[in-house]
């Protein structure tokens, strides 16, 4: 099979459907949330220094529920957090960051052993997991909080991301221009509570079950035939 086939593949056999019941869905989610209880809100400014034998990644992909649990699954990955970053709004909170006028997207931050799996790969995950070309929008989400953010934290991670980006690029995984920013790592600030480990807690939530569990499917089956691809091409 060629190059050209199996990338049609891959985009023809994980398109999503159903943009409209994913967006009831979604208003749905939004005031269930609205529902939590004040207790929870504990955000906090977490310190951008990983434990000895750690480093740390981040990256904005849209539902941050959707991406803990993708990273969560990623041999070599030790913890995530979901959060804020990319704004310029201290200490946000969920309710804030989406009216939109925070600058800041929701976001995770990923702790992971350099000896399983390297900052390359994650950087390969990130712009598998998600839908890199769709400005302000992953799936039913729509805002800039759900817009498209890969962070960095030095000039050599910026490297190697945009290395990748061309590799997707050329690989044409996705239709149309990629629209993902570009950001330095500064602050990461830990979302409130009820939303960690989301997926894990309230498996059968309805968002959890239309939207989260099919994306983390589609990510595992794109990125094992993606890997497949790439051998064969070597």
């Not at 310190?47 to 941050?64: D, M, N, R, V, W």
């Not at 800039?144 to 690989?171: T, V």
């Not at 939530?205 to 091409?233: C, D, G, N």
């Amino acid at each position: 099979m060629s190059m050209e086939s199996t990338t049609k593949n891959i985009r023809a056999r994980f398109t999503l459907r159903g943009t409209l019941l994913l967006l009831l869905v979604n208003t749905f989610v939004l005031l269930q949330c609205s529902l939590f209880s004040d207790k929870d809100a504990n955000v906090q400014k977490i310190p951008l220094q990983p434990k000895s034998g750690q480093k740390i990644a981040a990256f904005a992909e849209g539902c941050f529920w959707c991406s803990e649990h993708i990273f969560e699954s990623v041999p070599g990955v030790i913890d995530v957090i979901s959060g804020y970053a990319g704004g310029h709004t201290k200490n946000p909170s969920y309710d804030l960051v989406n009216t939109e006028t925070t600058g800041h997207a929701e976001t995770v931050l990923i702790y992971y052993d350099p000896t399983k799996i390297d900052y390359m790969e994650l950087c390969r995950i990130f712009f598998l997991s998600h839908d890199p070309t769709t400005l302000n929008k992953q799936g039913p989400d729509e805002g800039s909080s759900y817009r498209s953010i890969l962070f960095y934290s030095s000039d050599a991670e910026l490297k190697i991301a945009k290395k990748i980006q061309k590799e997707i690029e050329e690989n044409q995984i996705w239709q149309g221009p990629m629209v993902t920013e570009y950001q330095e790592l500064k602050e990461f600030y830990q979302a409130e509570g009820y939303h960690q480990n989301f997926i894990q807690n309230h498996p059968t939530q309805s968002y959890v079950r239309a939207v989260s569990i099919p994306r983390y499917q589609e990510f595992k089956s794109r990125y094992e035939l993606y890997k497949k691809t790439q051998k064969q091409t070597k």
